[in-house]
């Protein structure tokens, strides 16, 4: 039963370097997301993918890319980390479609940029 | 895009008692789902409650219930018999039916005191 797996749960990088997280899913899930989260902001949308080879922007896609590898996969990329991508953040996927179905949550990434 | 906008960012009650937090969002589509979802200092993110927009009647899940307002686009939650557990973090969550895209307010911060 693993659901929404992250990895990894911590990293500590410095400003410039580049990062990719990375998601996966075993629910044969068609929709997967990308969330940060602040204290006092909730949780915002980086970047969606709606179904396998399409990928949307969602609130705060600046400063990050992402790759729908192929159903199961979903990775994000920060290209030269800054330190206000301090944050954690946190995959999420759905089954898609027009469901009431809840999105299933991973554990969440903690991510500190020096 | 579409907004949630959780208004109290910090809530208190007495066990056993009954809390309400509150939610409004903005939309202009007509097909959309409502969540809530609970997050705790572990946080993992939990299912509370869900509403489809197209039914008129309230969902309950045992000690929690909704007060959903189609045409004030309100989507309040109502906690009774308030628990110790349910201290946590609250989330109004807003998905598209159209596009799956999905938002989150910016949480509600639920204190219960014994």
């Known amino acids: 039963n693993a659901g929404v797996t992250q990895t990894p749960k911590f990293q500590v990088l410095k400003t410039g370097q580049s990062m990719t997280l990375q998601c996966a899913q075993d629910?044969?899930?068609?929709?997967m997301y990308w969330y940060r989260q602040d204290p006092g902001m909730g949780l915002r949308l980086i970047y969606y993918s709606a179904s396998e080879g399409t990928t949307d922007k969602g609130e705060v896609p600046n400063g990050y890319n992402v790759s729908r590898l192929n159903k199961r996969e979903f990775s994000l990329r920060l290209e030269s980390a800054a330190p206000s991508q301090t944050s954690v953040y946190f995959c999420?996927?759905?089954?898609?479609?027009?469901?009431?179905?809840?999105?299933?949550f991973g554990d969440g990434t903690r991510l500190s940029i020096l | 895009a579409q907004t949630v906008t959780q208004s109290q960012p910090e809530m208190s009650v007495q066990e056993a008692e009954t809390v309400t937090l509150s939610c409004t969002y903005d939309?202009?589509?007509?097909?959309?789902?409502l969540f809530w979802y609970k997050q705790p200092p572990s946080r993992q993110m939990i299912l509370v409650i869900r509403q489809e927009a197209y039914k008129q009647q309230n969902a309950t899940e045992n000690r929690f219930s909704v007060n959903f307002q189609k045409a004030a686009k309100s989507f309040s939650l109502k906690i009774s018999d308030s628990q110790l557990g349910d201290a946590a973090m609250y989330f109004c969550?807003?998905?598209?039916?159209?596009?799956?895209?999905?938002?989150f307010g910016a949480g509600t911060r639920l204190t219960v005191k014994p």
């Open positions: 969550a807003y998905r598209s039916g159209g596009t799956n895209d999905m938002r």
């Open positions: 629910m044969n899930h068609n929709s």
């Open positions: 939309t202009s589509e007509s097909d959309y789902y």
């Open positions: 999420a996927s759905i089954s898609g479609g027009s469901s009431n179905q809840p999105q299933h």
